[in-house]
């Protein structure tokens, strides 16, 4: 008998143990959960630019200079302070009309639950955009991600562009084991929760990292780590963009890749010859091949960020293809 009394009450005591254990863990996810609601209502305060709202969707946009227009769209986990940060968007302004927008999701843009924001639908989005803001014939330029979405839209709507500017694109689906681990934050339930707990804190956690590795071979700006805005790419609503465009990604590049014959625009193709995020060779390489009428640089010391290390080279391409 007092063997089966102590064993009932080592298993309660057990029982009790874990009840409070979950509850501390429950407790310090609530914490922090809430934490990261007040912090993303503080950040969404302070929009930069105006807003153009098409299909209900409220677009955030800046824009800046005149003369001949040029439209710059974003990569993922980033927004359009990257093109800020970089210097692009001054240099550009000197003799351009520049419109940078952030894609739906990201920065100050909205992005409903409702649908599924692959490429070609943000590429819809911004097609109605350019349109209601009335720019004419623009160069479009796009970085990583963001290269499908330009690619999308020229498509698409060919008469809306008169060339493209494609920096570091991912454009023919590879095998992406990152992909695998950024997609749980984009699925229902499971990703609400982390992307509200754990994602932000381990997002904070691994900048240092991925700022490495977008800039590799190259140091990392000191102005990139001084200026660039990480709280708002690390807000809740922006992890599940992230991840969501992440897992769409691949799939993305395999149905675009199928119509890139239809391309006849005029292109230039940039990219680092260090990018360790889009293999220069794999991707830009095999898409300059592709299309006769691109025109292939690559960039020595550069990396993924070639719009930061390599800016008059970028520049240079932009007026050049925005003047012919």
């Known amino acids: 008998?007092?063997?089966?009394?102590?064993?009932?009450?080592?298993?309660?005591?057990?029982?009790?143990?874990?009840?409070?254990?979950?509850?501390?863990?429950?407790?310090?996810?609530?914490?922090?959960?809430?934490?990261?609601?007040?912090?993303?209502?503080?950040?969404?305060?302070?929009?930069l630019g105006d807003f153009v709202t098409v299909d209900g969707v409220r677009l955030h946009?800046?824009?800046?200079?005149?003369?001949?227009?040029?439209?710059?769209v974003h990569g993922n986990a980033t927004m359009l302070q990257d093109w800020i940060v970089s210097g692009a968007l001054d240099a550009l302004a000197q003799s351009h009309r520049v419109i940078a927008f952030d894609r739906p999701g990201f920065g100050y843009s909205e992005r409903p639950r409702s649908r599924v924001w692959t490429p070609t639908l943000q590429a819809e989005l911004l097609a109605k955009?350019?349109?209601?803001?009335?720019?004419?014939?623009?160069?479009?330029?796009?970085?990583?991600?963001?290269?499908?979405?330009?690619?999308?839209?020229?498509?698409?709507?060919?008469?809306?562009a008169s060339r493209l500017v494609l920096l570091g694109g991912y454009y023919y689906p590879t095998a992406r084991p990152d992909v695998l681990l950024a997609a749980p934050a984009a699925l229902p339930f499971i990703g609400d929760i982390l992307r509200f707990t754990l994602s932000p804190l381990l997002g904070a956690a691994m900048i240092p990292h991925v700022n490495a590795k977008l800039f590799a071979p190259a140091a990392v700006p000191a102005i990139w780590k001084d200026e660039?805005?990480?709280?708002?790419?690390?807000?809740?609503?922006?992890?599940?963009?992230?991840?969501?465009?992440?897992?769409?990604?691949?799939?993305?590049?395999?149905?675009?890749?199928?119509?890139?014959?239809?391309?006849?625009?005029?292109?230039?193709?940039?990219?680092?010859?260090?990018?360790?995020?889009a293999d220069p060779i794999k991707q830009s390489r095999r898409l300059h091949e592709a299309l006769p009428q691109s025109r292939l640089e690559l960039v020595e010391g550069a990396g993924h960020m070639i719009h930061h290390t390599g800016l008059e080279r970028v520049v240079a391409a932009i007026e050049n293809s925005a003047a012919i």
């Open 61 to 72: 946009y800046v824009e800046r200079g005149a003369g001949p227009p040029v439209v710059l």
């Open 228 to 277: 660039f805005p990480f709280g708002l790419m690390l807000r809740p609503s922006q992890i599940h963009a992230e991840a969501a465009d992440g897992a769409l990604m691949v799939p993305s590049a395999s149905e675009l890749s199928k119509r890139y014959a239809e391309l006849t625009l005029p292109m230039t193709i940039i990219a680092g010859k260090g990018d360790r995020i």
């Open 129 to 160: 955009a350019i349109a209601a803001l009335g720019i004419k014939a623009p160069t479009l330029v796009g970085h990583s991600l963001g290269t499908q979405v330009v690619i999308a839209l020229a498509l698409n709507h060919p008469e809306l």
């Open 1 to 47: 008998m007092p063997a089966r009394k102590y064993n009932r009450s080592a298993r309660g005591d057990v029982g009790r143990n874990l009840a409070v254990a979950l509850a501390g863990v429950g407790a310090v996810l609530v914490g922090t959960a809430l934490f990261n609601v007040s912090q993303a209502k503080r950040l969404n305060q302070h929009p």
